[in-house]
C-alpha cells in the first residue's frame, strides 16, 4: 500500500516565523502535490511538483514555497507565516504511469495554526 | 477555480437508508474520482468512472456519469454509522496533462445510529 506521511499532525507557530511542512510518500510517485483545506472552499491546490527539482504553482501559491530535492520528498515552506495561513494542510502523491486514473494518495494532513 | 461542486452541502440520514449526493463539473474530463475524508484525517480514494463510462459500482457504492450534463452522482446504499465523513468528488481535465485533479467543496454526510 501506498504510505504518504506528514511530519506534524499538528502545528502552532507565531506570526513571522519560517515553516516546514515535510511530506514523505515511499511509493516512487514522480508526482507530489500539496493542498490547503478551508471549511466551505474545499481543497485548493498550492503547489505541485512532477519530478526532482520541477514545482509548478497551483491555484493559491501565494505566500508560499516548495522544495523537492529528493524524489519521495515534497516540503512546503512557508516564508513568513501569517494568520490568514492557519488551514489544513494535505500533501499528496500520484503516478504518472497511471495516468489515465490518476488516483491520488493522501497524507493524514497537518492543522496549522499561527497566532 | 473550483470545477467540481457538490450538492448538497450536508446531508443528515438515518442508518440503512440510502445516501445520495450529486457532482456537476464545467469542462470535459479524462475521469471523475470520488473520495472519502473522515473528520480531520486526509482523503482516501474512493471510486474512478472514466469519461466513456456511465456506471459503476464498488460494494454499497454506485457512481454514475453523464457527460452531456457535465454531472455524476454517488450513490451509499444500505448506510452504517461508520459512512459518516465528507464526500470530495475530483475531476481530472482532459485538456490538461498535469496530471492535477480539480476538487469540489465537498458533501458531508452524517448517518445517525
Known amino acids: 500500500d501506498v504510505k504518504v506521511t506528514q511530519s506534524s499532525r499538528y502545528l502552532v507557530k507565531r506570526t513571522g516565523e519560517k515553516v516546514f511542512l515535510e511530506c514523505v510518500q515511499d511509493?516512487?510517485?514522480?508526482?507530489m502535490f500539496w493542498y490547503r483545506q478551508d471549511p466551505g472552499l474545499g481543497l485548493r491546490l498550492i503547489y505541485f511538483?512532477?519530478?526532482?527539482?520541477?514545482?509548478e504553482k497551483g491555484d493559491i501559491p501565494e505566500g508560499y514555497s516548495v522544495s523537492r530535492e529528493k524524489k519521495e520528498r515534497f516540503s512546503l515552506i512557508l516564508e513568513s507565516a501569517s494568520t490568514n495561513q492557519t488551514s489544513m494542510y494535505l500533501c499528496?502523491?500520484?503516478?504518472?504511469?497511471?495516468?489515465?486514473?490518476?488516483?491520488?494518495?493522501f497524507g493524514p494532513g497537518t492543522r496549522l495554526t499561527v497566532l | 477555480s473550483q470545477q467540481g461542486e457538490e450538492d448538497p452541502q450536508a446531508l443528515s440520514i438515518q442508518e440503512g437508508e440510502n445516501a445520495t449526493m450529486n457532482c456537476s463539473y464545467k469542462?470535459?474530463?479524462?475521469?471523475l474520482q470520488w473520495y472519502r475524508q473522515n473528520s480531520g484525517r486526509g482523503l482516501v480514494h474512493l471510486i474512478l468512472?472514466?469519461?466513456?463510462?456511465r456506471e459503476k459500482h464498488s460494494g454499497r457504492l454506485r457512481v454514475t456519469l453523464d457527460t452531456s450534463k457535465k454531472s455524476s452522482s454517488l450513490l451509499i446504499t444500505a448506510s452504517r454509522a461508520a459512512d459518516t465523513a465528507s464526500y470530495f468528488c475530483?475531476?481530472?481535465?482532459?485538456?490538461?496533462?498535469?496530471?492535477?485533479?480539480?476538487f469540489g467543496s465537498g458533501t458531508r454526510l452524517l448517518v445517525r445510529p
Open positions: 468512472i472514466r469519461s466513456n463510462e
Open positions: 511509493m516512487d510517485h514522480e508526482n
Open positions: 511538483s512532477y519530478d526532482v527539482k520541477m514545482k
Open positions: 475530483a475531476t481530472d481535465p482532459s485538456m490538461d496533462s498535469s496530471y492535477k485533479l480539480i
Open positions: 469542462t470535459s474530463i479524462n475521469n
Open positions: 499528496a502523491s500520484s503516478q504518472p504511469g497511471l495516468a489515465v486514473y490518476n488516483e491520488q494518495f
